[in-house]
């Protein structure tokens, strides 16, 4: 069994756009008796929290129904769908959320590849641990795991913060160091037994699924194989098999759980950089059909990343802000991201977007959607943020070709799946967490009103997203020059 990942209660910021709702309090006076109270917070200790009216948008379905009514019990998970009047203790302290008919409530977001490290100053990444969860979690994004940290005790640290209620931000599943040459301490010489060591320490420390980067086959195997004996999952950023690294194939052999970014297979050609040769793969090829059935029958996970080329050339597509990202960055971060040379189109990154909205349409036409995952993949550079680029990564399925309603999918409960954490989150349903969003808009209409977040629900806790991102709002990066070495140090 797979440890479900949870917090103390919180008592959150209740968001401009809830309203107590007046009609629900009356109907849960007629069944109680007596008034309910109006005191507390959600997410306060004895205190329900309802949603009534406006739309619900159930995933699994791939619909948008008038919303049952949701019910969620003091212990921040969901007591039940329907009318709050029959499921609400007759003299229960309540926090009533009223929905118009333009309002959707929708599961939290899950991002698989939800970066905390940024490079900001060109001296290379570190882990910014303060302002980031706030944006993620504003964006309406509940879960987060990071595919790989360069400082994993400072992401250990933050899920210790948010659990014990001294920070906000969303769920953390640590992923622990890369497994491979991405880590700034590998040693390539490690043992198959000393990986499996290095498995059991941070196992012992709360780590519980891995990412391997740049990893040869001799230690991708024995990852595996340990952090599945914990109960636990493996993802890869996988290359050609050249060079030491390890193709997909030969991964997916051995047990790995998903894949990262490419499909990789027998596509690529183990002297060459994927890259290039993804970018020129032909998805009607026989080569790419293996690959696509290799993955088809172990059951692995694919987090598409499709938008993570686009931070490293011109912006395509629309993907420009909707709202001021540059602001979250302090004023020094800003010039020194203005005396940068201009954006320019980099050939092959433009490639592979385009490449990457190809194969993975191919790949859901296949048979493969209900194995797809959203990740962002945006370590920022001081103009984008990972937050909103979850919105950003789910425009980008549509644009692909893929239906909105499974695009929605592979940013909920598709990521819920591949952490094996599918009871606990991922849908609005009896005895799940209580991570919810609420949108204006219908979502299937256009995928981009998930960017319209009005009110962020976590664990039952209320948070009002503007007054999150205005917490982070120029903060984010070093201040001046003598504050290079340790800005992200809290």
Avoid at 277 to 302: C, G, I, M, P
Avoid at 352 to 363: E, G, H, S, V
């Amino acid at each position: 069994m797979r440890p479900s990942h949870s917090r103390p209660r919180r008592s959150g910021t209740t968001s401009r756009a809830v309203l107590i709702s007046a009609l629900a309090l009356l109907s849960i006076a007629a069944c109680s008796g007596d008034p309910p109270s109006q005191e507390g917070s959600a997410g306060s200790e004895g205190v329900w929290l309802t949603l009534e009216s406006g739309w619900l948008l159930d995933v699994e379905a791939g619909e948008r129904i008038p919303n049952p009514g949701i019910v969620v019990s003091p212990d921040g998970r969901i007591e039940a769908l329907g009318a709050p009047a029959n499921h609400v203790p007759d003299g229960a302290a309540v926090t009533a959320i009223l929905l118009d008919d333009d309002q959707t409530v929708m599961p939290g977001l899950i991002d698989l590849h939800a970066h905390h490290n940024m490079n900001l100053t060109g001296e290379g990444r570190v882990e910014e641990t303060r302002y980031n969860p706030l944006v993620f979690l504003a964006n309406g994004v509940t879960t987060t795991f990071p595919a790989g940290e360069y400082e994993p005790e400072l992401l250990l640290t933050l899920r210790d913060r948010l659990e014990a209620g001294e920070w906000d931000g969303p769920r953390l599943i640590p992923s622990g160091p890369y497994y491979g040459r991405t880590r700034p301490d590998w040693d390539p010489e490690m043992t198959a037994e000393e990986v499996r060591e290095d498995v059991d320490y941070w196992v012992s420390r709360g780590v519980t699924h891995f990412k391997a980067k740049g990893a040869a086959p001799e230690h991708i195997e024995p990852l595996i194989q340990r952090v599945h004996e914990h109960g636990g999952t493996v993802t890869g950023h996988l290359d050609s098999g050249g060079r030491g690294s390890t193709n997909s194939a030969d991964a997916i052999a051995m047990g790995i759980d998903r894949v990262e970014h490419i499909l990789g297979g027998p596509v690529l050609d183990p002297e060459e950089g994927a890259y290039p040769v993804w970018n020129q793969v032909d998805t009607t090829d026989a080569a790419f059909r293996e690959v696509v059935e290799l993955f088809l029958d172990n059951d692995v996970y694919f987090n598409a990343t499709i938008t993570a080329p686009i931070y490293l050339t011109e912006l395509e597509e629309g993907f420009d802000y909707w709202e001021d990202e540059p602001g979250f960055f302090t004023p020094y971060v800003q010039e020194l991201v203005a005396q940068r040379e201009a954006r320019t189109r980099r050939d092959l990154m433009s490639e592979l977007y385009q490449a990457m909205k190809r194969t993975t349409l191919a790949f859901y036409n296949a048979g493969g959607g209900h194995l797809i995952t959203m990740g962002t993949d945006n370590p920022s550079q001081g103009e984008f943020l990972g937050g909103f680029s979850a919105h950003r990564e789910l425009h980008a399925f549509t644009l692909a070709g893929i239906p909105t309603a499974s695009a929605l999918r592979f940013g909920t409960i598709n990521g819920a799946r591949a952490l094996g954490m599918d009871d606990e989150i991922g849908s609005i349903a009896a005895g799940k967490w209580a991570d919810m969003v609420v949108i204006r808009g219908d979502p299937l209409q256009d995928i981009r009103n998930t960017r319209n977040v009005e009110t962020v629900i976590l664990e039952g806790t209320l948070y009002d997203p503007d007054e999150l991102l205005e917490r982070a709002r120029g903060q984010i990066g070093p201040t001046g020059p003598e504050e290079h070495d340790d800005w992200y140090i809290w």
